[in-house]
């Protein structure tokens, strides 16, 4: 049987039968990349949001493989952009998973929002800041209303690409604006996700940007404290060398020395107990 055909047996058959299983081949044809079969089921009144059991619908396996023509066609039969899998994930969202740039970008330019969370809580600004995707991270800024915008985590995109020591991601969220000093959950900010991970260039950036080396979260913690209680020792000497303060206290009278202590590091306990 051509492929002609083929497709002109399975979209009369699907008619005939209300299009009730317009969901399997819809996604087994998006699968096998038979993007003229996918066409015509959309032109024949085929649903282009039927998923199939665990939620996945056409748009999200277009991207899953790939598949931009594909992708295109659903996108003009008004497939529903901001859909999730059981997983809570959108196909924007596995776009960005995969990093596939272009598709994620024409997703959004269709519309996709992306501040909107996934099932992990990330949206396409902070997934892309902590994996470093530059070309991801582009394509969202210019769409977004606030590089500083939360995600379901309480985090924001400066924080994720300092946690993860993503430098060239922080250049460029800084340059578009991201407010240095603005806390997330509990207080926390990008310098203290720095400093507990040892990411002595994202602390370099963002001093030089102007991070407060002594801002304290929710808690009274500083970002010397939070390296100090990680045993970063070289984060804990740049942000000595940035003028920290080593004799903050927390309210039950512990300092950075007596948390890098508790938790045994002790050469680095010694170290800040020594430093004028």
């Not at 512990?254 to 938790?263: I, K, S």
Request: one cysteine or more.
């Amino acid at each position: 049987m051509g492929r002609a055909t083929r497709v002109g047996v399975l979209v009369l058959a699907l008619v005939g039968f209300g299009l009730g299983a317009g969901a399997a081949a819809l996604s087994d044809l998006v699968l096998e990349r038979d993007a003229a079969a996918v066409e015509a089921l959309l032109a024949a009144g085929s649903d282009p949001n039927q998923a199939d059991e665990g939620g996945r619908t056409g748009l999200m396996n277009a991207v899953l493989i790939g598949e931009r023509l594909i992708l295109e066609c659903l996108i003009e039969a008004r497939a529903d952009l901001e859909r999730a899998d059981v997983f809570g994930t959108t196909a924007l969202g596995l776009a960005v998973d995969l990093g596939r740039a272009d598709l994620a970008r024409r997703l959004i330019e269709a519309g996709a929002s992306p501040e909107s969370p996934g099932s992990s809580g990330w949206t396409a600004l902070t997934h892309a800041a902590a994996r470093g995707r530059l070309d991801l991270l582009g394509v969202v800024i210019a769409r977004v209303a606030d590089v500083d915008a939360e995600d379901g985590n309480r985090r924001r995109a400066l924080m994720e690409a300092a946690f993860y020591g993503q430098a060239a991601a922080l250049e460029r969220l800084l340059a578009a604006g991201a407010a240095v000093n603005a806390p997330g959950w509990n207080g926390l900010g990008a310098l203290h996700a720095a400093a507990a991970r040892g990411q002595i260039g994202a602390i370099g950036l963002l001093l030089a940007a102007g991070a407060d080396v002594d801002v304290t979260n929710a808690g009274g913690e500083t970002p010397l404290m939070h390296a100090a209680f990680r045993g970063q020792a070289a984060a804990a000497e740049a942000l000595l060398g940035a003028g920290a303060d080593k004799l903050r206290r927390l309210p039950n009278g512990q300092d950075a020395a007596a948390l890098a202590e508790e938790r045994g590091h002790e050469a680095l306990a010694f170290r800040l107990r020594a430093a004028p």
